[in-house]
């Protein structure tokens, strides 16, 4: 079953949103997962991602501005994405998977629009 992403929304230049991840099975919970954002006519790129035991990185483009992080329940793995300082450029569809990709599902996604 793929991920599950929530919490997208509208948001003015320098607001902030909260992303919600939750995929279930071990393929996703022993995984290091990211986040992936895609803008109309470009390719899908990561963002930020985070290891299994918990060490977040990021792309130059949200360091500083966004934090990952991750909860290990039994059988399922909760991704958050706080992103803060948003500006137009952030506007994208944003997914979370493992990382790396593996060629498997991608969920539904969900839009992050940052407004000028």
């Known amino acids: 079953v793929p991920p599950v992403e929530s919490g997208g929304g509208l948001a003015q230049t320098g607001g902030s949103l909260r992303l919600s991840c939750a995929a279930s099975?071990?393929?996703?919970?022993?995984?290091?997962m990211g986040w992936y954002r895609q803008a109309p006519g470009n390719q899908r790129d990561l963002v930020a991602w985070v290891s299994n035991d918990g060490i977040p990185n990021y792309s130059e483009s949200v360091k500083g501005r966004f934090t990952i992080s991750r909860d290990n329940a039994k059988n399922t793995v909760s991704l958050v994405l706080q992103m803060n300082d948003l500006t137009p450029e952030d506007t994208a569809v944003y997914y979370c998977?493992?990382?790396?990709?593996?060629?498997?599902?991608w969920g539904q996604g969900t839009q992050v629009t940052v407004s000028s």
């Open positions: 998977t493992t990382r790396p990709y593996w060629g498997h599902s």
């Open positions: 099975g071990p393929f996703f919970t022993l995984a290091n």
